[in-house]
């Protein structure tokens, strides 16, 4: 199993970014998908999460900003990014719970966002 994201970049502060991810390989269920962040110098932190039902948990930070949505159809997971601020400059990490046979926790490789001012 691997999560593949794609969408970040470089964009000005006030702006916006969609990331996307993309579960694939032996999968019979992806669970629980999230996005973390990792800034230079700084521990990797959750960024928001949504469950199969429907249940969102945002960091305080992002709360009214990004909005994660999911096509389970296509095991896919979004971050829409708007009101983007330099602080927002990370590596954005995909993470899911995978069900195939047992659980897994899968990672993916991180896109760079990067928010200029």
């Known amino acids: 199993v691997q999560l593949v994201e794609s969408g970040g970049g470089l964009v000005q502060a006030g702006g916006s970014l969609t990331l996307s991810c993309v579960a694939s390989g032996n999968i019979y269920k992806v669970n629980t998908m999230r996005w973390y962040r990792q800034a230079p110098g700084k521990q990797r932190e959750v960024v928001a999460g949504?469950?199969?039902?429907?249940?969102?948990h945002y960091t305080d930070f992002v709360k009214g900003r990004f909005t994660i949505s999911r096509d389970d159809a296509k095991n896919t997971v979004y971050l829409q990014m708007n009101s983007l601020k330099p602080e927002d400059t990370a590596v954005y990490y995909c993470?899911?719970?995978?069900?195939?046979?047992?659980?897994?926790?899968?990672w993916g490789q991180g896109t760079q966002v990067t928010v200029s001012s």
């Open positions: 993470n899911a719970d995978v069900l195939f046979i047992q659980n897994y926790e899968v």
């Open positions: 949504l469950t199969t039902g429907g249940t969102v």
